[in-house]
T-cell receptor
Framework: AQTVTQSQPEMSVQEAETVTLSCTYD???????LFWYKQPPSRQMILVIR??????QNATENRFSVNFQKAAKSFSLKISDSQLGDTAMYFC?????????????FGAGTILRVKS | KAGVTQTPRYLIKTRGQQVTLSCSPI?????VSWYQQTPGQGLQFLFE???????NKGNFPGRFSGRQFSNSRSEMNVSTLELGDSALYLC?????????????FGQGTRLTVV
């Protein structure tokens, strides 16, 4: 079974600084997808970034980038130039569409607080 | 393009009752997944429906069931409610087209069992 571990329950960062959220996962599969989702106080889950396991290049989306280490089964999220609106719960998630369709396996989440 | 719509947003039920939650996916999306979110257990997968068929099921008791209609709208039913069923229930829709893996979430239904 796939598992996703986020070892940082809470983190805080000053506005405009950079922060990295950690995520490790366990799977015996070779083809899968990894995601970071953001859940602000409104509870709306929003996709931040996606990484295909077969791609070696790390995904980037504006201020958000990942460090994907397939051999180490590590998938960290870097947020640059942090903004107050980045305050939210961040979830790392795993998907193996070939075996389990659209089922997402989530980590426990990391609460990120951006301070002014 | 309208997003994923979940109704109702909030619900209070008594132990032993049953409840039905509804999810309307994004137009054209045929896959609907349901998740339960609680402070203790986090986000857990309940089931996925695609083209009116259940494709995957999580590790939940048989009191949790669902269905999908021909217009892709989905309902989730919980019978004989227990206090521990209090949670935020999230629905996600996906197109399930090859190469398309993004799940779009609704705002959830907050269920409180008293």
């Amino acid at each position: 079974a796939q598992t996703v571990t986020q070892s940082q329950p809470e983190m805080s960062v000053q506005e405009a600084e950079t922060v990295t959220l950690s995520c490790t996962y366990d799977t015996s599969e070779n083809n899968y997808y990894l995601f970071w989702y953001k859940q602000p106080p409104s509870r709306q889950m929003i996709l931040v970034i996606r990484q295909e396991a077969y791609k070696q290049q790390n995904a980037t989306e504006n201020r958000f980038s990942v460090n994907f280490q397939k051999a180490a089964k590590s998938f960290s999220l870097k947020i640059s130039d942090s903004q107050l609106g980045d305050t939210a719960m961040y979830f790392c998630a795993f998907m193996n569409p070939m075996e389990y369709g659209n089922k997402l396996v989530f980590g426990a989440g990391t609460i990120l607080r951006v301070k002014s | 393009k309208a997003g994923v719509t979940q109704t109702p947003r909030y619900l209070i039920k008594t132990r032993g009752q049953q409840v039905t939650l509804s999810c309307s996916p994004i137009s054209g999306h045929r896959s609907v997944s349901w998740y339960q979110q609680t402070p203790g257990q986090g986000l857990q997968f309940l089931f996925e429906y695609f083209s009116e068929t259940q494709r995957n099921k999580g590790n939940f008791p048989g009191r949790f069931s669902g269905r999908q209609f021909s217009n892709s709208r989905s309902e989730m039913n919980v019978s004989t409610l227990e206090l521990g069923d209090s949670a935020l229930y999230l629905c996600a829709s996906s197109s399930r087209l090859p190469g398309s893996t993004e799940a779009f979430f609704g705002q959830g239904t907050r269920l409180t069992v008293v």
